[in-house]
């Protein structure tokens, strides 16, 4: 019998869980917090418009979402730096700041979407987004400004949490579950520019730019190592399966109900709002939390990806252990981005259709060189060593590129011919 001194010994799957646990982050919350508002509201018209037949699109943007955001965490983790830092690093100070800009402008249109999908949610419940929105800037800019790294990543898996109740909400609009099956295995597209459309907003959405330069900044945040990258490889699956999972449940949620009874609609709360007599108070209510949620940690993390991007363009310290006076570019622009994208929503009559599809174009133009430019760090030995993507992995990876050339052309093309 062992006594008071002495310690049993710890099992190696215990270990094992400590070890995970540990390096766990990156992945789970860069990959949830793709599905922010207009996610939602992209997942939400794709259920209600086509039903269950574009589901293998989301199949196909989470396999997508699995390989970058790998990607984007292995650099990370072996270079030590930000994804503008190497761009700028790798291919000169013209590409960085090019891509810096157009970071920070399409961040900030994205990070209106976000505001806007608190404001929408908040109105639900009945609250102004005069109070809602204000409310909302000033809990993500305490989160970040006055949080250690541990206590703000703690808060971002809280909110993660939150994204359950679209499985609930899924759950309780009981879809044809083989139906679903069907859509995810059998690719069908109707040839029409909004099918396209829809199919290539859902691959934008799901593989977000802002959402690869955070992961790769969050892993060399959390200082992580190369010991860590098997357990990472781990942590950026999960979180970008779960992604796939709760857009899953969003376009299952909308075409069980708004796509079968014929409703369209336009945004995420028209959804909610449109489920009430369709499945119940419970599920409105869920979808609209859902919603809140999604928003939060968006809002949190959008700043912080467009702060991290700046410090790593000019060389800055950026890291959320860091005090404002030790880091005060970093701060300052995470402040800068929501402090301007709140405002934007509280003006009355702001073009916030203008300054979501300029988002939408922004986005989609800056996915593809982002793209590239990681295929070309992968290949790197210079940069990447022994760890250099292999000749199978630039194989897939250029596919994957392509597709997206592909989509991203007729978004553009739809776009300016609209």
Same mark, same amino acid.
């Given at each position: 019998?062992?006594?008071?001194?002495?310690?049993?010994?710890?099992?190696?799957?215990?270990?094992?869980?400590?070890?995970?646990l540990?390096?766990?982050?990156?992945?789970v919350?860069?990959g949830?917090?793709?599905?922010?508002?207009?996610?939602?509201?992209?997942?939400?018209?794709?259920?209600?418009?086509?039903?269950?037949?574009?589901?293998?699109?989301?199949?196909?943007?989470?396999?997508?979402?699995?390989?970058?955001?790998?990607?984007?965490?292995?650099?990370?983790?072996?270079?030590?730096?930000?994804m503008?830092?190497?761009?700028?690093?790798?291919?000169?100070?013209?590409?960085?700041?090019?891509?810096?800009?157009?970071?920070?402008?399409?961040?900030?249109?994205?990070?209106?979407?976000?505001?806007?999908?608190?404001?929408?949610?908040g109105q639900?419940?009945?609250?102004?987004?005069?109070?809602?929105?204000?409310?909302?800037?000033?809990?993500?800019?305490?989160?970040?400004?006055?949080?250690?790294?541990?206590?703000?990543?703690?808060?971002?898996?809280?909110?993660?949490?939150?994204?359950?109740?679209?499985?609930?909400?899924?759950?309780?609009?009981?879809?044809?579950?083989?139906?679903?099956?069907?859509?995810?295995?059998?690719?069908?597209m109707?040839?029409?520019?909004?099918?396209?459309?829809?199919?290539?907003?859902?691959?934008?959405?799901?593989?977000?730019?802002?959402?690869?330069?955070f992961?790769?900044?969050?892993?060399?945040?959390?200082r992580?190592?190369?010991?860590?990258?098997?357990?990472?490889?781990?942590?950026?699956?999960?979180?970008?399966?779960?992604?796939?999972?709760?857009?899953?449940f969003?376009?299952?949620?909308?075409?069980?109900?708004?796509? %079968?009874?014929? *409703? &369209? $609609?336009?945004?995420?709360?028209?959804?909610?709002? /449109?489920?009430?007599? =369709?499945?119940?108070? @419970?599920?409105k209510?869920?979808?609209?939390?859902?919603?809140?949620?999604?928003?939060?940690?968006?809002a949190?993390?959008?700043?912080?990806?467009?702060?991290?991007?700046?410090?790593?363009?000019?060389?800055?310290?950026?890291?959320?252990?860091?005090?404002?006076?030790?880091?005060?570019?970093?701060?300052?622009?995470?402040?800068a981005?929501?402090?301007?994208?709140?405002?934007?929503?509280?003006?009355?009559? %702001?073009?916030l *259709? &203008? $300054?979501?599809?300029?988002?939408q174009?922004?986005? /989609?133009?800056?996915? =593809?060189?982002l793209? @590239?430019?990681?295929?070309?760090?992968?290949?790197?030995?210079?940069?990447m060593?022994?760890?250099?993507?292999?000749?199978?992995?630039?194989?897939?990876?250029?596919?994957?590129?392509?597709?997206?050339?592909?989509?991203?052309?007729?978004?553009?093309?739809?776009?300016?011919?609209?």
């Open positions: 019998m062992a006594t008071s001194k002495e310690r049993l010994p710890i099992s190696p799957r215990k270990i094992r869980l400590a070890a995970f540990a390096v766990m982050g990156p992945g919350i860069a949830l917090s793709d599905d922010d508002p207009a996610g939602i509201t992209t997942y939400s018209i794709l259920g209600a418009k086509y039903g269950y037949q574009l589901l293998w699109v989301l199949v196909a943007s989470t396999i997508a979402l699995i390989l970058f955001q790998d990607l984007g965490a292995r650099i990370g983790v072996v270079t030590r730096q930000g503008i830092g190497l761009v700028r690093q790798k291919y000169g100070a013209r590409s960085g700041t090019l891509s810096a800009s157009a970071l920070i402008l399409a961040n900030i249109g994205t990070m209106t979407a976000e505001f806007a999908g608190i404001a929408a949610a639900l419940f009945g609250f102004s987004r005069y109070i809602t929105v204000p409310i909302a800037a000033l809990v993500v800019s305490f989160l970040v400004l006055r949080g250690s790294f541990a206590r703000v990543e703690k808060v971002f898996f809280l909110l993660s949490a939150v994204f359950f109740a679209y499985v609930i909400a899924g759950v309780l609009a009981h879809p044809k579950w083989g139906d679903a099956f069907h859509g995810m295995v059998v690719p069908q109707p040839f029409t520019r909004d099918a396209i459309y829809m199919a290539t907003a859902t691959l934008g959405t799901t593989l977000a730019p802002w959402g690869l330069a992961i790769q900044s969050y892993a060399v945040d959390k992580l190592t190369r010991d860590d990258l098997k357990l990472l490889r781990v942590d950026v699956w999960t979180g970008s399966l779960l992604t796939g999972v709760i857009g899953f969003v376009i299952v949620t909308c075409a069980a109900t708004l796509h %079968a009874n014929h *409703i &369209t $609609i336009t945004d995420a709360s028209n959804a909610a709002s /449109a489920l009430k007599p =369709l499945a119940g108070t @419970l599920a209510d869920l979808f609209a939390i859902g919603l809140i949620g999604a928003a939060l940690l968006a949190s993390i959008l700043p912080l990806s467009t702060a991290y991007s700046v410090s790593d363009l000019t060389g800055r310290p950026a890291a959320l252990d860091d005090k404002p006076s030790e880091a005060p570019l970093f701060y300052a622009t995470f402040g981005i929501t402090g301007v994208s709140a405002l934007l929503i509280l003006i009355p009559g %702001a073009p *259709i &203008t $300054i979501l599809v300029v988002t174009v922004l986005n /989609a133009v800056l996915l =593809l060189p793209l @590239l430019y990681m295929y070309g760090i992968a290949r790197d030995t210079r940069l060593g022994e760890f250099a993507a292999s000749k199978r992995m630039l194989t897939i990876y250029a596919i994957v590129i392509a597709l997206v050339g592909v989509c991203v052309g007729c978004m553009l093309w739809f776009t300016v011919h609209h």
